[in-house]
């Protein structure tokens, strides 16, 4: 036929694309890019997955009937396709808006040189609207009204107009910290198949000053694979994710979280399906409402919020800096060579498998980042590269907008800064740390008490909208003169001197 089909390597579902071009059998294209691969020196395991997933992915739509093509490019995703619609002129394509920026740019061109040959269809791996709530997206247009009527519309966890069990959220339930004996049930690793060790090998030979480790690589590559995994969650981690969605144990990077993000950011697992498969286990009594309703506000709540903020806020929001830091992101993000146990235990799992969990992206990596005044732009490109589940729209909104208040409080309502008790009460690093905690000044104290309170008073402005918080500015206050300066005295010295 004439028609061809590009699929991009985070749009690996079939179930979205329209049934009518589906039926017309098109020619599938896929396209491995070199360009994308290197513009940032992505996690060794991110690329093994991206590629893997993509050609596991072409080979089974070619089980499934489709003619495939599958190009190779040193350019951009455009370039190859460029070349190709120039070499066969009778062939027309339809592509699905990409949903990272850069892309999209590269295809509004191919548009431009070849006109009605090519057709763009929207977006159809998220739930919400996005003509619909883009204007929203302004100064005070919080997670919460944007998620209740998520709710309302999908009709998820509600009966008669209402939310189930009376309330929107069961917070009150969640964030405990974790019992001493608890036993995580262990993801199973799924064993690399023959396709990704070649991709491996591929990694390791051409690409092998990129960020992370490559020793073990235990993620699903299949659509089939990643279902059982989501499976696997629903039955044996969900109903205690409420209570120890927000703790941190050493050594154990996914506790009791759901590690899909992986899978629901290139398309293998579909956002609708995840929430109703969460909500069928709450039918069952396999869950409490407040795990499920926790797991569903992440996805149909956060991600979502996240995606539209990305689309009302892109380009500008690229280069917000509102407290204006111009630090460089210390050597310890690279090498995990600190003696600070928090931070060591987050980026050693971040290199071993391109991941952890929330609380340590918000708490402590951008945490400390941010009260060591780090350009969050540079924060940024790390989030970027150094996560399997990392795409622009997804990581630049969670880091600029939440995590360091870059855009100056559009996303989040305040900077999420905290001292290091806030860490001590959710995790068993503090014990085992070269740190005391209950310190608040001195060489022995932990860097983040004192770098809290000199982050607080610093940027008082940005604590006063939020009488919570505001809270901690009139703590501050009230210490005594001696303890202010050596607080300044500690903090400035402490930044001065990271490297
Ligand atoms: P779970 O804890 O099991 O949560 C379930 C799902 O909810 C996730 O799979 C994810 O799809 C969704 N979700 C939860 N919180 C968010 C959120 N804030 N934004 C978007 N989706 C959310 N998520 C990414 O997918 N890619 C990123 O690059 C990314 N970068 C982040 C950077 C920072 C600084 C912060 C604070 C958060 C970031 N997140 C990112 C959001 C969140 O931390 C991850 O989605 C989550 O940790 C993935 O692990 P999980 O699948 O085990 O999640």
Known sequence: GNRALFILHDQLNLAVFPRELLDCKPILI???????????????????????????????????????????????????????????PHIELTY???SEWNTRSQMAKLANIFGKRIKALPNQFFIADIEKFKPKIKKGYRLETFYRELRKQTGYLMQEGKPIGGNWNYDKENR????????????????????????????????????????????????????????????????????????????????FHSVLSIYLNNGLLLPRE??????????????????????????????????????AKMPDVRESNYFGFDNNLPQLYWDANTDLLCLKDAITQVLNYGYSHHIQRLMVLSNFSNLVN????????????????AYEWVELPNVLGMSTFAD?????????????????????????CKYNVKEKTG???????????????????????????????NAYDKKTENEKQEIHLFATKFINEIK
């Open 30 to 88: 896929f396209v491995e890019s070199l360009a994308y691969a290197i513009a940032i020196p992505h996690h060794k395991q991110k690329l093994v997955y991206m590629l893997s997933a993509q050609r596991h992915f072409a080979i089974s739509c070619h089980q499934k009937g489709f003619s495939i093509v599958s190009l190779f490019t040193e350019g951009a995703y455009a370039d190859a396709l460029e070349e190709f619609l120039t070499r066969y």
């Open 96 to 98: 699905m808006q990409p």
């Open 176 to 255: 405990k910290a974790l019992p001493k004996q608890i036993i995580v049930p262990e993801i199973p690793e799924i064993k690399p198949d023959l396709i990704t060790q070649e991709v491996i090998a591929l990694v390791q030979k051409y690409l092998p000053h990129t960020f992370g480790k490559l020793d073990k690589f235990i993620y699903a590559v299949t659509r089939d694979r990643a279902l059982e995994l989501a499976q696997l969650f629903v039955e044996t981690r969900l109903s205690r994710f409420g209570a120890y969605e927000d703790a941190i144990k050493v050594g154990e990077p996914f506790l």
């Open 274 to 311: 995840i929430c109703e498969m969460a909500i069928a286990a709450y039918e069952k009594e396999l869950a409490p409402l407040n795990s499920v309703e926790g797991f569903v506000r992440q996805i149909l709540g956060w991600r979502e919020y996240i995606r539209v903020y990305y689309e």
């Open 374 to 389: 780090t350009d969050p732009r540079h924060l940024n490109h790390w989030f970027w590269l150094a996560y399997v589940d």
């Open 408 to 432: 100056g409080g559009i996303l989040a309502s305040k900077p999420y800064v905290s001292a290091g008790n806030y860490i001590n009460k959710m995790s068993n690093c503090c014990a085992q």
């Open 443 to 473: 060489e022995t104290a932990c860097p983040f008490n004192y770098l809290y309170w000199h982050f607080v008073d610093k940027h008082r402005e940005s604590f006063t909208d939020n009488g919570r918080v505001s809270l901690m500015v």
